[in-house]
């Protein structure tokens, strides 16, 4: 147990630290206003979704197709010779 005594200052000093950035970040970022946050909110749904999706100019390999999922496996038919 005299072992971990050792231990003390540095969980004391890591408290605290957090009881400190806990104090200090409980006034948080300010308001944002009312009409800037409702013009922010506009243009995020405006976007268009896809964009993300589309690779990056240079990328070698298509891009990946949606695969429909069923939830069943299913075994590919043979081709008839």
Known sequence: MEILLWLVPSVVVAVLAMAWVAW???EGRGEVD???AVRRL???LERDPQRRRKPAPG???PPPEDD???GIA???SRRAS
């Open 24 to 26: 200090v970040g409980r």
């Open 34 to 36: 009312r009409d800037v």
């Open 42 to 44: 506009a243009d995020a």
């Open 59 to 61: 990328y070698a390999a």
């Open 68 to 70: 429909r999922s069923t």
């Open 74 to 76: 299913v075994r590919p």
